[in-house]
């Protein structure tokens, strides 16, 4: 079972900045990609920013520009920089991790797993 461990939420005013981390702890397995996704009051959970092991990434169009994701392959880390905060940032940030499970070195099933959520809420 895959573990995230996310930090780095809180409060900032508009035109702040805020780093999100998450961790993954797990054995066994191989990370094909780490992402933030976040879920706003009364909306759907979207993707904010993915990226792959092998360096590919997307950013949802409301945060190109202003936001940066980046990993940390050997810590299994993924960091979420974000700058030019706006209000309508604000929402429960989520960390996801995708890959394998591995059974005696031999792919076993893929598996999709969140963090808890880390509250970010920008002030006008």
């Known amino acids: 079972q895959v573990q995230l461990v996310e930090s780095g939420g809180g409060l900032v005013q508009a035109g702040g900045s805020l780093r999100l981390s998450c961790a993954a702890s797990?054995?066994?397995?191989?990370?094909?990609?780490m992402g933030w996704y976040r879920q706003a009051p009364g909306k759907q959970r979207e993707l904010v920013a993915r990226e792959t092991s092998g360096g590919s990434t997307n950013y949802a169009d409301s945060v190109k520009g202003r936001f940066t994701i980046s990993r940390d392959d050997a810590k299994n880390t993924v960091y979420l920089q974000m700058n030019s905060l706006k209000p309508e940032d604000t929402g429960v940030y989520y960390c996801n991790a995708e890959g394998t499970y591995y059974r005696d070195h031999i792919p076993w099933t893929a598996f999709s797993s969140w963090g808890q959520g880390t509250q970010v809420t920008v002030s006008s």
């Open positions: 797990a054995s066994g397995l191989r990370i094909i990609a």
